[in-house]
């Protein structure tokens, strides 16, 4: 039995602060789990940005009702569907993250919560689980999975280590060079022929 979990932002859709980022003009939104590893830490950034520049949950639903799957992701995940079990394992949350599924044609996504105030600020944020990817990953493996994993930012590491197998996708280059023990790879036809190796090397 077959699994593959990918992460949501940078892999299949655009990373949602950076394009929040773009939209309300505020450079310092831009900041991702791609600079930052410790996640606690970049929300508590990021709440702090939201309150001082008067920013709620609306606005940043706004930005995420303008963007769209990154090139050839639809295409890709709906072939990969078609081959074996897929799930999406982000740390963004479902309010956030819900538009952009129906996009990708409604693929499981195990996600996190954000909580808002009765202003509609964000007031704080639930974890599904701390280490959630790695301990999904872990789960499904208890089940007798096997797990190929793919993202792209430090918060993926963990899930890649977990993994039976997988490889960093269009991670930035400070995150390639430091890992160098994961394999990589930018390209959706690049990372489909590693899936499809995988599943072959394991065919039951």
């Known amino acids: 039995m077959h699994l593959v979990c990918l992460d949501l932002e940078g892999v299949l859709v655009p990373e949602i602060w950076i394009t929040f980022s773009e939209l309300v003009g505020i450079p310092e939104f831009s900041r991702t789990t791609r600079d930052e590893p410790d996640y606690n830490k970049l929300m508590l950034y990021r709440m702090d940005l939201l309150s001082k520049h008067n920013l709620k949950l ?57 909580k808002t105030d009765l202003s509609g600020a964000v007031s704080s944020y639930v974890l599904r689980q701390e280490s959630g990817k790695k301990s999904s990953v872990a789960a499904f493996k208890s089940l007798n999975y096997l797990v190929f994993a793919a993202g792209d930012s430090f918060n993926d590491l963990e899930m890649l280590r977990e993994a039976d197998s997988g490889c960093l996708f269009r991670a930035p280059p400070a995150i390639k060079n ?12 690049e990372l489909g022929k590693k899936i499809d190796l995988f599943l072959a090397d394991n065919f039951s």
């Open 58 to 114: 609306v606005d940043i639903q706004r930005a995420i009702g303008i963007m769209e799957p990154l090139p050839g992701a639809f295409e890709f995940l709906k072939e990969l569907r078609e081959k074996t079990q897929v799930i999406i394992l982000s740390d963004t949350f479902q309010e956030f993250a819900w538009p952009l599924m129906a996009k990708l044609s409604y693929p499981t996504l195990f996600c996190n919560q954000i």
């Open 178 to 189: 430091a890992y160098k023990e994961f394999d990589s790879t930018d390209s959706f036809t």
